[in-house]
């Protein structure tokens, strides 16, 4: 005490010495040791000290990165898992349960993507220090936009599930569908998550673009692409929400009627967008009921035709078939295999003639496979005036053996329009809810694989269509590679009984051109034909079965050849692909094959030390379950990164093979994406 007495009263120091003595004297003893010591190192010591500092929890950074993204992972797997599952139900096999899954698994996602973020949050300034840090922090604000958007339309949607299954887990998420205005009313209440999705894409969008991938690994550049496909992906479903109850309001006849031409296609006797339309229809939906409908036979005079000075507002191709009176090749003669062509056609030329509730609205493609779907769900329907109750099972039988029975080709078509006629009068009165469930279930899978279409003349409901993939819609073959074989049955109705598979060999070279050779095989067994009631030259047409085929490949390919020099073919340059086309005959109880060969153009897309390879395979409309087998060859001394579905088998003969089995379901797309051999990972890389 007398010594701090001393020091600060002695009168020999000024006031200013007075407090920097204080101050000092002040500090703790460690501190004033650090500071000496400190000041006897050089200052690059220091800095060399604190680089390494700096350097460790950079790596402890990367470290507890990497340790996020195998987490995030995990959860993004287990929710691919579930989401995989769910694809595969048929629509009647929908639950809330599956719902319920899916969004658990969204919400785990997005738990484990903010705990990651946490995790990592002392590495934010100190990004600049390390490009796979600095990236991987970015990919994580991206997933976890993409993440909350996606949990964002799942929570918006759950209003209108809930009231769709009556509240009950158990039940599918397609009953009570009937109540269309209060489902536009559900979807409105959802609107504010769809919008908040929105928002949560535009900024992922928005990063996406920002990122420098110059210095990027590679296994961060297949992460973007996988961010960037799901942002696409996510994207199309937002705005189809945001849409979502505005366009029901117009389909589903709320703010007015609306009318809608029905074309019934016999896909026993395949066209390229279904099958012949053999018996027609209309219907008026007003307040998400049937409140109007009706059917008639297709003839020369039904539906009335347009006026014969009418000017047709379309040109028949040169390679397509030749009609007497061109203006039928409107109604059903179309030589398109986009059912959105068909359909505008269709439309044409009955609202030009003048028929009844002209002009339609939209039109409704269905064959003889959706309407057994329905009667699957509805039972067996019996119908007025006809001792021949009908169900699934038996559906080809009476209407193919009304006509060989008949008096020529009406008394078949009256039948399946009081059939028609029938259908709509019992879903209208269904009040069962397992059944208006199956119903409903049975639309959406013939939705799905196109044997139901929609077309509309509103093209904000055609858009919404095209991204629920039920228009029917043919792709495109100029940005990547392209197939789809087309058949148009010449004259009898036998396509139930012609099995067709499809052999498609892909030789991918180094400039990024394939080499490709498409093969066609046809086996029309009588074991299969004898069963078939379709089959009868007596009253259905001759006994062999005579195509019109077009394959159709990418835009620009080239040098086409083909494997069966006697039979001649067409090529014909399209904007969007190229066509190769051949009149062929199959007789009965024999197998034919055709083959093409031809070169792409350059299709295989190049991000960072990849190469990305994509096959688009478009499914003809009224095709079921066909099989095509595919097989891709790499380029010599490549490696495949990724491969997308799995292939049923690989293997390196000179060159990597993979074999892909495809049942044709629905359109397919295979990706591959993989390093070329003067790109192989170097040790840094694996390291």
Known sequence: MTERTTVETAPTLDPIRKRRHHQHSSRPRWLRRLRKQVARFPARRVLLVVLGIVAVLVVIGVALASDAQTRIAASSTSLMRVMDSISRKQGAELTLADFERLQASVTDLNRTLDNADRQTVFLRPLVSLSVDARVQLDLLDIGQDLARAGRDMLTGLEPTLFFLVGGRSGETVVS???????????????????????????????????????????????????????????????????SASDLLTVVLGLSGDQTYLILAQNNDELRPSGGYISTYGWM???????????????????PN?????????????????????????AWDGSWSPDFRSTAEMA????????????PVTGAIGIDITGFQTILDALGTINVPGYDRPVGSANFRDVIYDIRATGEGDLPHKRFLTALYKQIFVEWQSVEDVDTNSALLGAVLQGLLEQ?????????????????????????????????????????????????????????????GTVRSRVAVS??????????????????????????????????????????????????????????????????????????YAYTTPELVQTFGPYQRYRLHIDKQPGTSNEQINIQLSLPVGSTAVSIDPPPAASYDIDRPILEFRLQMLTDEWIEVIYRLPEQLPTELDRD
């Open 284 to 302: 008026v939906i007003r307040n998400g009921r049937i409140v109007g409908y009706d059917y008639s036979a297709t003839t020369t005079t039904s």
């Open 522 to 595: 046809y086996d029309y067994p009588a074991s299969l034909a004898d069963n078939d009631p379709a089959v009868d030259p007596e009253h259905h047409g001759p006994i062999d079965y005579r195509t019109l085929l077009q394959i159709i490949g990418p835009a620009d390919s080239a040098d086409i050849e083909s494997g069966r020099p006697e039979l001649p073919f067409r090529v014909v340059e399209q904007p969007d692909h190229t066509l190769v086309t051949t009149l062929l005959t199959v007789p009965f109880d024999q197998v034919e094959r055709v083959q």
């Open 451 to 511: 044997h139901i279409m929609l077309h509309f003349s509103d093209p904000e409901l055609n858009d919404s269509v095209e991204r629920l993939g039920w228009s029917g819609s043919q792709g495109t073959g100029t940005d990547t590679d392209y197939l789809m074989a087309v058949e148009a049955n010449l004259g009898n109705k036998s396509n139930h009984s012609v099995l067709r598979q499809l052999t498609y060999d892909a030789e991918i070279d180094v400039d």
């Open 305 to 329: 035709p347009p006026a014969a000075n009418e000017p047709m507002p379309f040109a028949i191709p040169e390679w397509w078939l030749s009609f007497r009176e061109p203006v039928y090749a």
């Open 176 to 242: 009570q569908i009937s109540s269309g205005e209060r489902v536009v009313e559900l979807l409105a209440l959802g609107r504010g998550r769809f919008i908040s999705a929105s928002e949560q894409l535009e900024r992922a969008n928005a990063r996406l673009e920002a990122l420098n991938l110059a210095e990027a690994t590679p296994d961060i550049l297949l992460t973007v692409e996988e961010l960037r496909r799901t942002h696409e992906q996510l994207t199309s479903t937002s705005e189809l929400l945001l």
């Open 347 to 358: 439309m044409w030329y009955y609202n030009t003639g003048n028929n009844p509730h002209a």
